[in-house]
């Protein structure tokens, strides 16, 4: 079952990066959406969380969380096929509408399968690898996603030198492989059982559902966390893309390997790592250590110049190092939550209900980062020596809420959990010791070889 958990990601990943990023950027710009649409295509997959809540109750009156997890999810990934085919459906002015319509359809069937995910992988997953399996599982699809990245910029970049015509049936070419690779993902969950450990419970009620977590004292800190970072960084994603193309003025391929290459690839050093960290030291100090590195995260983007890439490139590769902990911590916290109670609804309450309060967080986020674009467009300025336009505005705008969430993880229970201090110490130990060993390596292999050889009977004589 972990096994092929494990390899169904795979297609995941393909079609997550073939759906998004510069495809769907310069897919929703052919469309005609203006910059509030960008930020309230960001806001749709929050307000769709809100479906979390039913999904949830349904599964604790009557069960069948697989059958909700296929069809769903069937749905949610088959539906990129008509956004792919959205050109040749729609007249060019029911574009934007119908763009975001079906972007929020299938939003809206994939978080119906969220609490059903959540509580099925907690029962398959055992407690004592769950952070450096997920951590190995979210690097074989970066791996993946690495690949698709690339290799959707350059056929991006060749269809737009052709023509017009050309790009645009690339574009939905690549929304449509992703569409189909994304179904395959999930059809490799067929053939594993749902062993679900406690019965449906017939007699739950709305209420009970959602009061039932909001009592647990260190879920309400869970969720204050989770809801400020959501804030945070829900409208980053859609403008860090726009920044790109409009500001550096990058082509698809560039575009493509800053923001997706390069903290792919630090993703994948840092997954492992921080995996492995999660299961020794907890979820809290992980949490807190890496939230303070990501508060930079989108702010660092505005020592990049289109004329001079590093060194402020290189605070966004350690950002994208940091970040996995951040993911993986409430990832784990929240299976830990699920684990600990005692009947599938009272499982999936906790996602549900984590879910609609990051929903709430999500729209707003969406609705200001589109406000502030549409209020501060066409405005230049300057912070620091640096220029500025609204993009720099949000993103500095991000680092301020990052801090914001902070304090929240301290109310957070994880009683087996290092001190942060201690976990600070024993990860800057732990880096220094591999950074010494990478160092050393060629010594020590030069060393080997020359024993090897000077214990050599050359000739039959002595050694």
């Known amino acids: 079952m972990l096994r092929r958990a494990f390899i169904a990601w795979w297609f995941g ?43 949830s109750l349904f599964i604790e009156r009557h069960g069948h969380r697989k059958q909700v997890f296929l069809w769903f999810n069937m749905a949610h990934r088959g539906l990129w096929l008509l956004i792919a085919l959205l050109p040749w459906l729609l007249p060019a002015g029911a574009l934007p509408f119908g763009l975001v319509a079906l972007v929020g359809l299938s939003s809206l069937a994939s978080q119906i399968t969220a609490p059903a995910w959540i509580s099925w992988i907690a029962d398959i997953v055992p407690t004592r690898i769950r952070g450096r399996y997920s951590s190995r599982r979210s ?54 059982p749902d062993r679900a450990k406690h019965a449906a419970n017939a007699d739950m009620r709305l209420k009970e559902l959602v009061l039932h977590p909001l009592r ?32 550096l003025r990058m082509s698809n391929t560039q575009a493509n390997l ?14 492992p790592f921080w995996g492995r960290m999660i299961d020794k030291l907890g979820r809290k100090p992980v ?64 996602v549900a209900v984590n879910s609609m309060v990051i929903a709430v967080a999500g729209v707003l986020s969406g609705l200001f980062g589109g406000l502030v674009a549409k209020w501060l467009a066409g405005w230049h300025g300057s912070f620091l020596g640096l220029s500025l336009t609204y993009h720099g505005v949000l993103f500095l705008l ?43 390596m060629p010594v020590r292999v030069a060393g080997r070889v020359t024993y090897k050889l000077a214990s050599i009977r050359w000739f039959g004589g002595r050694p």
Request: charged share 10%; hydrophobic share 60%; net charge neutral.
């Open 258 to 271: 800053l923001l997706v290459t390069g903290p792919v690839l630090a993703t994948l050093v840092g997954l």
């Open 13 to 55: 990943a393909a079609w997550m990066a073939l759906t998004s990023g510069a495809t769907l950027t310069r897919f929703a710009q052919r469309a005609g959406l203006d910059e509030f649409g960008f930020g309230l295509m960001a806001s749709v997959p929050f307000i769709a969380a809100f479906a979390q809540v039913p999904a």
């Open 139 to 192: 690097q074989a699809g970066q791996v993946v996603s690495l690949v698709m990245t690339v290799v959707a910029g350059m056929a991006l970049d060749w269809a737009e030198a052709v023509s017009g015509v050309a790009m645009g049936r690339m574009m939905s070419l690549l929304l449509a492989v992703g569409a189909i690779l994304g179904i395959v993902d999930i059809l490799f969950f067929v053939n594993i």
């Open 287 to 350: 949490a807190m250590i890496a939230g303070i590195g990501i508060v930079p995260g989108a702010a660092v983007w505005l020592l990049v110049s289109p004329g001079q890439v590093f060194p402020g490139y290189l605070g966004v590769l350690f950002c994208a190092f940091v970040w996995p902990a951040v993911d993986l911590a409430n990832y784990n916290i929240l299976l830990g939550l699920v684990e600990r109670r005692s009947g599938i609804g009272q499982n999936t309450a906790y």
């Open 398 to 440: 991000s680092g301020v809420f990052r801090m914001l969430a902070l304090p929240w993880l301290r109310g957070i229970d994880d009683p087996r959990a290092f001190s942060a201090r201690d976990a600070m110490r024993y990860i800057v130990a732990d880096v220094y010791s591999n950074l010494e060993n990478t160092m050393t």
């Open 216 to 247: 647990n004292k260190s879920f309400r800190h869970f969720i204050g966390f989770t809801a400020t970072l959501a804030f945070a960084t829900g409208y980053v994603g859609q403008f860090m893309w726009l920044y790109l193309f409009d500001v």
